[in-house]
């Protein structure tokens, strides 16, 4: 296990001084002895001790999300499957690494044993079932037929078929496989678009499933014949995965803003719920039972594994600090549907939204409807703010995008609204909105001198408001609204002089405004794919484009000349950064940082640490660390004075 150091100091890479955040949960499971909880998380795998509720190790490896965790019939292995294309095999006792299990060619959504042991199955959003040896890590088989992504795969309890669900697909519902041939014994269809999850009884005699429309139904498994439906009210909304209770008589799920239930087998007949107990829209997005069938275990979206006794329904404990994040249902929902997906900052999609005080004392955070004021040294909250029902007279909103003003005494924040807002950094104390925008505001900054605010919007526009700094109400009046792009705003940055602004869109172009006039100065168009990220050098006469085309492109901020186009291994370029001296500039894509020098376009060093999109990036004052945010939940704190000083 892990040796004795903080957990913010677990599973490192190489340059990352501290973790802030553990990272969303996608799944829990208890190991088979009952001692301790493994929760398969967007960066690894959490170990906890299940009387104490302190996390004992945090197994890394993947370098995706971690969707799936089960334990081997014999308990001495459990195997992951992960967003990063493979699922691997560790011991459970040490935390080693044993096998990985290599082919596919997308995110692994699932993974179950076989029940002698001896076999896996993984599903994929590459639409197929693959089969492997779990002695050897090789493919025994491929299964094809999915038109769409493949959600679940369950071997039946005697071993011979594979039971899989599929998602979006008029050709969807559920597919029986013959383990040995290969070939598709059985296809039986839904009356909705997808289902999301199924499991065989204990018996074998029937398998439950869970569709898109938020039902449990029950199947004969040799019939392929819908035999009842969970009798739940129309308000319960959508339900987690099931999970069976140790005699096999009941199972548990949790739903969606609500509790978490049991049901009987055999009736379908709702027996018990056990309540949440939390004032948030949140989604209970796996359930387990202890080994001894006494206790039940429930993760919710909002970051906390709660534990149930439950012949009393009450709350023994909970386990907090991990991080709001979409549950793999709710992922599959928004990143792997046929939605639009809106820049870098899609509302299904949370982000980790990073900002240092002009001071370098505080480092704030947005992540889902929180943000976060944090000693920058200690890491430790000094404030929150929270976005609550008195704000919004409407459900709670993620928020986006956040900037300090330049002395550090209010911050603005962007969100799933159309409202900017601004906030007192001392108490949290909210100090009032700005309207105007009619879709989501994506991007927000303060001027030089912190007296207009500029914010971006899904609305294709952006709008610069008057500050009223050292006033009692500091909301002032539109200055202008800014026409041009064709497509979402993702980005905004004022000039170093505050004369000018730069803003980034999903229409593929750069522009550039006077803040003045309110008038369009020029356009940037080599860029082909969505701009992400924008930012002006320190000096002013950079500017700096990050695209969805996987390129960072430098620009004469004077007169518009293309001066570098710089491309590592990104495929798309999600954040910018300049060193606060101008010698760096820094880019963040789909888990990895780069540094590249300003003045010889030199590609200096890469970080990996993160498992997802790098949201956002900030350099302290003094340009000796740097802060990134992600989708995988967590902040990384990194040391530069290793790349500072070539």
């Known amino acids: ?85 493979t699922a691997r095999l560790w011991d459970a006792n040490t935390g080693q690494h044993k096998i990985s299990f290599i082919g596919h060619t997308e995110a692994i959504n699932s993974v179950t044993f076989g029940p002698e042991g001896e076999r896996l199955a993984t599903a ?50 559920i597919r029986i496989w013959d383990v040995q041939t290969g070939e598709l014994l059985k296809h039986f269809t839904e009356e909705t678009d997808w289902v999301e999850y199924i499991v065989y009884s204990p018996d074998g005699s029937m398998f439950i499933s869970r569709d898109g429309c938020g039902e449990i139904n029950f199947w004969d498994a040799n019939t392929g014949k819908k035999l009842k439906t969970c009798e739940a009210e129309s308000w319960m909304g959508d339900f987690s995965p099931i999970t069976f209770a140790p005699d096999e008589n009941s199972f548990a799920t949790g739903i969606h803003g609500d509790d978490v239930c049991l049901w009987d087998i055999g009736t379908g007949r709702l027996l018990k719920r056990f309540e949440l107990e939390v004032d948030v829209d949140s989604w209970p997005s796996s359930v387990a039972f202890s080994p001894d069938g006494e206790t039940i275990a429930c993760a919710s979206e909002e970051g906390t594994i709660r534990f149930w006794e439950i012949n009393t329904s009450k709350i023994l404990k909970t386990i907090s600090d991990h991080t709001l994040h979409c549950s793999s249902t709710q992922k599959t929902k928004g990143k792997r549907s046929p939605r639009k997906t809106v820049g870098t900052r899609h509302p299904s999609q949370r982000t980790y939204f990073v900002a240092y005080s002009p001071n370098g004392n505080t480092l704030a955070s947005s992540y889902g409807t929180e943000i976060l004021m944090r000693n920058s040294e200690a890491g430790e909250t000094q404030t929150t703010i929270t976005y609550s029902w008195e704000i919004h007279r409407r459900p709670q909103q993620n928020v986006l995008a956040i900037a300090h003003s330049s002395d550090g005494k209010i911050l603005a924040s962007a969100e799933d609204t159309t409202k900017a807002r601004l906030w007192d950094t001392q108490s949290g104390r909210f100090l009032g909105s700005f309207v105007g925008h009619k879709e989501s505001i994506s991007a927000v900054a303060f001027s030089p ?60 172009t750069v522009r550039l405004w006077d803040v003045r006039t309110g008038n369009h100065l020029k356009t940037f168009t080599d860029h082909t794919g969505s701009v992400y990220a924008v930012a002006y050098s320190p000096d002013g006469s950079i500017l700096a484009s990050g695209s969805e085309d996987g390129t960072l492109r430098l620009w004469n901020s004077q007169t518009g000349e293309l001066l570098e186009t710089l491309k590592g291994q990104a495929e798309k370029m999600f954040s910018v950064a300049f060193s606060p001296n101008g010698s760096l500039i820094t880019c963040g894509d789909n888990g990895a940082i780069y540094f590249w020098d300003v003045q010889t376009g030199k590609l200096l060093d890469t970080y990996k640490g993160h498992t997802d999109v790098v949201d956002s990036l900030a350099y302290s004052p003094d340009g000796e660390t740097l802060a990134s945010g992600s989708k995988d939940g967590t902040i990384l704190l990194w040391d530069l004075t290793t790349v500072t000083n070539r």
């Not at 500050?467 to 109400?473: K, N, P």
Request: net charge negative; proline share 4%.
């Open 1 to 85: 296990m892990q040796k004795p150091q903080h957990y913010t100091q677990w599973g490192l890479s190489p340059g990352a001084k501290k973790r802030i955040g553990k990272g969303g949960i996608n799944e829990i499971k208890y190991f088979p002895d009952g001692t301790r909880l493994a929760v398969a998380s967007t960066i690894g795998i959490w170990i906890y001790d299940v009387q104490t509720g302190k996390p004992l190790d945090l197994i890394t490896g993947h370098t995706g999300p971690v969707n799936s965790l089960v334990f081997s019939p014999d308990a001495g292995t459990f195997v992951t499957a992960s967003d990063d294309r």
């Open 124 to 173: 994929s959003d590459d639409k197929t079932i693959r089969l492997w040896n779990l002695r050897t890590g090789e493919q025994i088989a491929k299964l094809e037929g999915h038109t769409e992504i493949v959600l679940s795969a369950e071997f039946s309890p005697d071993g011979t078929v594979l039971a899989s669900s599929e998602a979006f697909g008029e050709g969807g519902g």
């Open 449 to 508: 001198d912190s007296r207009i605010l500029a914010t971006g919007s899904d609305d294709n526009t952006i709008r610069l408001w008057e500050v009223r700094i050292g006033e009692l109400y500091l909301i002032g009046e539109l200055l202008f609204t800014l026409t041009g792009h064709t497509d979402n705003v993702c980005a905004v940055a004022f000039s170093p002089d505050g004369d000018n602004l730069v803003t980034g869109g999903c229409d593929k």
